[in-house]
């Protein structure tokens, strides 16, 4: 398996498949439901994924337990 970096910022950031996308939001929401800013803010300071912001939103969206 290759991984790909992102290392446009500070941070090197891998390139995270589709099929590990709903996983990394989910397990980073189950620590503390953060809104979806302070989800975007951290996940975006860690990972990189096409449409990540849209795809954040839904996902906090759908969360009936999200502030």
């Keep these: 398996m ?3 970096y ?3 910022t500070n941070y090197n ?3 995270i498949p589709v099929e ?13 439901h953060p ?5 975007v803010k951290l996940i975006t300071k860690c990972f990189i994924w096409p449409n990540m912001n849209k795809r954040c939103q ?3 969206k759908a ?5």
Excluded: M
Excluded at 20 to 32: E, G, M, R, T, Y
Excluded at 35 to 39: H, K, W, Y
Excluded at 63 to 67: A, G, K
């Design 35 to 39: 809104g979806i800013r302070s989800r």
């Design 58 to 60: 839904l996902w906090t």
């Design 13 to 15: 950031r891998p390139y």
């Design 20 to 32: 590990f996308q709903q996983k990394i939001v989910s397990s980073i929401h189950n620590l503390s």
């Design 2 to 4: 290759k991984i790909y």
């Design 6 to 8: 992102d290392i446009s």
């Design 63 to 67: 969360c009936l337990v999200s502030p």
